[in-house]
Every structure is written in C-alpha cells, then in structure tokens.
C-alpha cells in the first residue's frame, strides 16, 4: 500500500505530473487503482480532460467514479485498438465530414431480397 501512496505522490506532486491540468482529478488519484490511472492518462493524452472537470472531491461519488472507470474499461476492451484508436477514428471522421468527404464513396448500396416460405397445413 505504502508503495501505490508513494507512486500516486509522485504523480500529483512532481514525475511525469500528468494530472496537473485536472485538478479534480488528481485529487481523487488515491481511489484509483493502476488500470483506472492507465485509463485516466489515455484518456487525457487524448484531450478528454472535460470528463474530469466536474468531478467531486475523494469520499463524495467515489462509487459513481468506481463506475466510470468500469464503464471506460469495458469500452477500452471492447472496441477494436481501444478508446483511443475509437477517438482517433472519430476525429477523423468529423474532420472528413468537414471537408465533404464521404466514408462510404466507392461503395454501392444493395438491397437484399429474402425469399419467405409461408408452411400452408
């Protein structure tokens, strides 16, 4: 335990200091365990700093933070390359939108026929 305190003051207090732009973040970094502050540092490299502005001090909502997390986490496992290749993928698609392009030139839409068997008795 003394070792996480140790790495989480290191954090918040100098190192790498990565949450220094979200304080109420980093005032939360002690309920966070390792794979949360993983998530929490992806999602700031990815410029999602405003899911954290609004966050309450540690000890009030700590079990909506906890579920947050969990949410992230099951998002972040479950989309091809993770949350970050889904933000890069959608960064790019509002960025070709802005100039006109369209993700589906080239493709050519079709209508499926499906034949049904109405059993008569």
Known sequence: MSYMVEKL???SMGGDNWASDVP??????RILNQDQIDLAKM???EGQSHLFANWAEQGVDDEKKT???NQVSRLNANYPGGLSAYIQKARQLLADSKTGKNPFEGFTPSVRKFITFLSLY
């Open 43 to 45: 999602l700031l490299h």
């Open 24 to 29: 109420n973040l980093q005032k939360n970094l």
């Open 9 to 11: 003051s290191e954090l």
């Open 67 to 69: 579920c947050f997390f």
